[in-house]
């Protein structure tokens, strides 16, 4: 059974940072494309960074230079680190992993393309 557990999430200031966690179990990271997407309320649920098994990534245009996603195999969690948080980064957080066979090198950037999802962290940037 693959398990996805984030952790990290809390309330921030503008401007401040957090780093999320997401650690897996039952289903190595580091043969799977992994991602990060978010939902705020009232939203769709959308991308906010993807990694390919190779380590190439994808960061959307809104976080691009200030949200950075990257893997700890021996770990086998999954990061994203945010900096410079706005209040419309405020949100549900979800880690997600294919389960199906995925390309070396490419990226999966829908929410489609994803098998195993975590129970989501809270992140809320207050103005």
């Known amino acids: 059974q693959v398990q996805l557990i984030e952790s990290g999430g809390g309330s921030v200031q503008a401007g401040g940072s957090l780093r999320l966690s997401c650690a897996a179990s039952?289903?190595?990271?580091?043969?799977?494309?992994v991602g990060w997407f978010r939902q705020a309320i009232g939203k769709q649920r959308e991308l906010v960074a993807v990694?390919?098994?190779?380590?190439?990534?994808y960061h959307a245009d809104s976080v691009k230079g200030r949200f950075i996603i990257s893997r700890d195999n021996a770990a086998n969690t999954v990061f994203l680190e945010m900096n410079s948080l706005k209040p419309e980064d405020t949100a549900i957080y979800y880690c997600?992993?294919?389960?199906?066979?995925?390309?070396?090198?490419?990226?999966?950037?829908?929410?489609?393309?994803?098998?195993?999802w975590g129970q989501g962290t809270q992140v809320t940037v207050s103005s």
């Open positions: 997600t992993a294919r389960s199906a066979s995925s390309a070396t090198f490419s990226l999966y950037t829908r929410a489609i393309d994803y098998d195993y």
């Open positions: 039952g289903r190595t990271l580091s043969t799977s494309a």
């Open positions: 990694m390919s098994i190779a380590g190439i990534t």
